[in-house]
Nanobody, 122 residues
Framework: QVQLVESGGGLVQAGGSLRLSCAAS????????MGWYRQAPGKQRELVAA???????DYVDSVKGRFTLSRDNAKNTVYLQMNSLKPEDTAVYYC????????????????WGQGTQVTVSS
């Protein structure tokens, strides 16, 4: 009934850029917040960036000034523009949505995409 479709991952040289997209599909009335988490091998999953329906953003310190999260509410889509990429940004990136209100169903508290690989070479 709800699907998070991720795209934009890949391999890039250090200093390069990538843009990740995440589109939520289904009979969606509203989404409280959307964003991206990442998990590197042997590391904990961490929040990269999130944005609320009102436009408030939150970033992990290590990406501030380099990554920008934006949204298109009409398409239930978020975009993560990643600039000045570093090898330490290498991870699987997971789209996340919180508070998805589905028509005639209810609210999904927390929903995850399947993940997309981002690899930054030195």
């Amino acid at each position: 009934q709800v699907q998070l479709v991720e795209s934009g991952g890949g391999l890039v040289q250090a200093g390069g850029s990538l843009r990740l997209s995440c589109a939520a599909s289904g009979s969606i009335v509203s989404i409280n917040s959307m964003g991206w988490y990442r998990q590197a091998p042997g590391k904990q999953r961490e929040l990269v960036a999130a944005i609320t329906s009102g436009g408030s953003t939150d970033y992990v310190d290590s990406v501030k000034g380099r990554f920008t999260l934006s949204r298109d509410n009409a398409k239930n889509t978020v975009y993560l523009q990643m600039n000045s990429l570093k090898p330490e940004d290498t991870a699987v990136y997971y789209c996340n949505a919180k508070g998805i209100r589905v028509r005639n169903v209810g609210v999904l508290a927390n929903y995850w995409g399947q993940g997309t690989q981002v690899t930054v070479s030195s």
